[in-house]
């Protein structure tokens, strides 16, 4: 009785094991690349020190899109044109 169940158990962890030596002897996927970082000294207001800050290209180009849309809501907010002169309405 006692060999029987010896059969059974090794039967069972045969059985189980078969998948993961499979899955194993497969070769597993590159990881993907990190991305490229740059970095920029960026002087906060009311500093003089400036701060190096690393991002991605992608973060750099929201980064500067933030920035822009800033400039422009400011611009339109003090009604101004793009040369600073005030517009004069007759």
């Keep these: 009785m ?11 962890i045969l059985i189980t094991a078969a998948p993961a030596m499979a899955q194993s002897a497969e070769p597993a996927p590159a990881p993907a690349p990190k991305p490229k970082k740059t970095c920029r000294s960026l002087t906060p207001t009311g500093s003089f020190m400036p701060t190096r800050v690393c991002n ?7 980064f500067d899109g933030v920035n822009q849309q800033g400039v422009g809501e400011f611009r339109r907010a003090l009604n101004m044109t793009s040369t600073n002169e005030r517009n004069r309405r007759n």
Excluded: L, P
């Design 2 to 12: 006692n060999r029987v169940w010896t059969a059974i158990a090794a039967t069972a």
């Design 56 to 62: 991605t290209e992608a973060q750099w180009r929201e």
